[in-house]
């Protein structure tokens, strides 16, 4: 099934959240060069600190106890979502492999200098 109607469309004007939302952007706008002096110029890019806090928002605001449940939540959730999409393609009958790992396996045996 296809929506032409987005998420922010579904969820009422009124809702509680909006207003939540609206005011941790707000301050999170205005701490973003304090933000900003937290990240190193080097190594591997950090995520977001916004991201982070927004994430311990949702933990708190869901009374989630930690962080791990939150994250085994949202992973529990997206699959079931990719489980329902998938399947109309998957069968009891019988299963398919990828041979590239096989393949892969048997050069890193086979491989001399």
Do not use: C
Request: net charge positive; charged share 30%.
């Amino acid at each position: 099934m296809f929506s032409h109607i987005s998420p922010a469309r579904r969820v009422p004007t009124d809702q509680p959240l909006r207003r939540i939302r609206k005011m941790l952007d707000e301050i999170l706008k205005a701490m973003s060069p304090q933000f900003a002096r937290l990240y190193s110029d080097v190594g591997r890019p950090s995520t977001a600190r916004e991201w982070l806090f927004r994430s311990l928002m949702l933990q708190i605001l869901y009374s989630v106890r930690s962080e791990r449940m939150l994250n085994e939540e949202i992973a529990e959730l997206f699959f079931r979502r990719v489980l329902e999409r998938t399947r109309p393609f998957m069968s009891d009958e019988h299963f398919t492999v990828d041979g590239t790992l096989i393949g892969a396996w048997a050069s890193q045996k086979s491989f001399r200098p």
